[in-house]
């Protein structure tokens, strides 16, 4: 069952193991691998996420070629090979730990915002009933800028990863199992993506602002902070954005930035407030450089 789990992985993109496929309901989505001495000397939370992200191993279809016309009486429903919910809190702790708060942040923004991303991300698919738009878009950034990363490294490197960690010295010696090394290799991925965007969304405390809805009570404030994070117009992040100009890696350290004139620390109160002033500033831009146009006209007339 080993070698079948993996093959059905070999030649896909680690986007689309995070994005949704179709799968014919009732067939078993996990595969329980034997505990070899690596894993027993796993904690009991390392075993539980070992368990809860074992891969779909059953008729997986390629998510880049057409679907095919299947039975009308066959019933259908969407599932993530992996779950992203389980791979965001395994990334969530080393993600965090790669940002740089500015000079003058008070010593208990780093915890509070790790105890709030662990409100705001749910424990798995089922349980994310309150904090779902967050999640949702979070997923949908993660996946976007992976894929972005991979059209940048290139199609026959982005479909080859599996193949790569086979043929890598260390990554059996690492992860004491195969299928435990391409876990690590994916947490290893996402971990730099999902910094990128905590620190995104965190500028000036943004992510603070979301504390209503990660105890269960929505606000208009929280509402509006998942509106714009879900409009990229506003809220745009891209990969080239944050990549070294000397290669396709991400930086180890991730700065969370302020956005006031002088680099003193605040905490905003209106969600994106740096975005939404750039985005007001443009258009008012936009709008005086076509008064002045529209005068230079009738001047001329």
């Known amino acids: 069952s080993d070698l079948l789990s993996i093959t059905s992985l070999v030649g896909r993109k680690l986007s689309t193991l995070l994005g949704r496929v179709k799968r014919e309901v009732g067939r078993s989505l996990l595969i329980p691998e034997p505990e070899d001495q690596m894993n027993l000397e796993m904690t009991a939370e390392e075993r539980k996420i070992?368990?809860?992200?074992?891969?779909?191993?059953e008729d997986i279809e390629d998510m880049d070629t057409e679907e095919t016309v299947?039975?009308?009486?066959?019933?259908?429903?969407?599932?993530?090979?992996?779950s992203?919910?389980?791979?965001?809190?395994?990334?969530?702790?080393a993600a965090t730990s790669r940002l740089d708060d500015p000079a003058g942040s008070s010593h208990e923004a780093a915890s509070f915002r790790l105890s709030l991303l662990l409100h705001l991300i749910p424990e798995d698919e089922t349980s994310c009933t309150g904090?779902?738009?967050?999640?949702?878009?979070?997923?949908?950034?993660?996946i976007a800028l992976l894929a972005q990363r991979e059209e940048r490294a290139g199609e026959e490197i982005a479909r080859e990863w599996v193949k790569n960690e086979a043929m890598s010295p260390n990554s059996i010696q690492a992860g004491g199992t195969f299928r435990h090394s391409?876990?690590?290799?994916?947490v290893s991925v996402v971990t730099p993506i999902l910094a990128e965007l905590i620190a995104f969304v965190d500028v000036n405390s943004n992510l603070g602002l979301l504390q209503d809805i990660?105890?269960?009570?929505?606000?208009?404030?929280?509402?509006?902070?998942?509106?714009?994070?879900a409009t990229p117009q506003v809220t745009p992040l891209h990969c080239v954005d944050f990549l070294l100009p000397t290669g396709q890696q991400p930086s180890l350290r991730v700065p969370v930035e302020v956005s006031s004139r002088l680099g003193h620390v605040f905490k905003a109160h209106f969600p994106f407030s740096r975005f939404v002033k750039a985005t007001v500033d443009k258009m008012l831009e936009e709008a005086n450089s076509l008064a002045d146009h529209e005068r230079g006209r009738l001047a001329d007339a």
Do not use: N
């Open 50 to 57: 070992e368990v809860e992200t074992q891969m779909v191993v």
């Open 182 to 186: 391409l876990w690590l290799k994916i």
């Open 214 to 229: 990660a105890v269960g009570s929505p606000d208009w404030i929280g509402d509006l902070w998942l509106k714009l994070f």
């Open 84 to 93: 992203c919910a389980v791979l965001f809190r395994s990334c969530v702790h």
């Open 70 to 82: 299947q039975d009308p009486q066959e019933e259908k429903e969407e599932i993530s090979i992996l």
């Open 131 to 142: 904090v779902r738009p967050f999640y949702l878009e979070l997923k949908r950034r993660v």
